[in-house]
């Protein structure tokens, strides 16, 4: 079955403890990309990369990194998480960029709080 | 400041009825529009996507109209049904490889 998946699904930890998001898909994507969804602001983008090796910043990149040494895996580093970052995180894969028709398909989601 | 505005954050309407959500933007190079709709505890899909280069697109009971001139776009829904409940998100890209969304509105079909 063709599928992002993300793990944990949710996550509770405290201000400055360094956390990873994983992110896998199975359907040899090159696009993939990390969003955040907030009340109000729907869904905002941090990071995305166009291939393996090959990562950039979104709208909202500031506290978060990103690695692609992979082409099926893009997880989600916060070094030292902070409140302002508990939110509902989206991985997102497609074959090409967004800008295509080739619409994205997305995880399950994670819910992260930052006490 | 957000480019893509859904400015109703929710919409009710009988099940059989048309359901209209607009969406407005504000950056004239986006040339590819979405929507997206989420259900609760699950990743938003794919439902329905217009180029510039078209004002309409219909995938069967989902239409997607384009106003270039207006910055405005519009899904149409036409029967409402109980399983469309939920967000409907509206979004935008130019090409700089981003998708720019808006907040969401919250579609609910009464019986």
């Known amino acids: 079955e063709a599928q992002v998946t993300q793990n944990p699904r949710y996550l509770i930890t405290v201000t400055g403890k360094k956390l990873t998001v994983t992110c896998s898909q199975n359907m040899n994507h090159e696009y993939m990309s990390w969003y955040r969804q907030d009340p109000g602001l729907g869904l905002r983008q941090i990071y995305y990369?166009?291939?393996?090796?090959?990562?950039d910043k979104g709208d909202v990149p500031e506290g978060y990194k990103v690695s692609r040494k992979e082409k099926r895996n893009f997880p989600l580093i916060l070094e030292s998480p902070s409140p302002n970052q508990t939110s509902l995180y989206f991985c997102a894969s497609s074959l090409g960029p967004a800008l295509s028709y080739n619409e994205q398909f997305f995880g399950p989601g994670t819910r992260l709080t930052v006490l | 400041d957000q480019q893509v505005k859904q400015n109703s954050p929710s919409l009710s309407v009988q099940e059989g009825r048309i359901s209209i959500l607009n969406c407005d933007y504000t950056?004239?190079?986006?040339?590819?529009f979405l929507w997206y709709k989420k259900y609760p505890a699950e990743g938003p899909t794919f439902l329905i996507s217009?180029?510039?280069?078209?004002d309409k697109n219909e995938d069967g009971r989902f239409t997607v109209f384009l106003n270039k001139s207006a910055k405005h776009l519009s899904l149409h829904i036409v029967p409402s049904q109980p399983g469309d409940s939920a967000v409907y998100f509206c979004?935008?890209?130019?090409?700089?490889?981003?998708?720019?969304f808006g907040a969401g509105t919250t579609v609910t079909v009464r019986a």
């Open positions: 217009i180029s510039s280069i078209k």
């Open positions: 990369s166009m291939n393996v090796e090959v990562t």
């Open positions: 979004a935008a890209s130019g090409n700089d490889y981003k998708l720019s």
């Open positions: 950056n004239s190079m986006f040339d590819y």
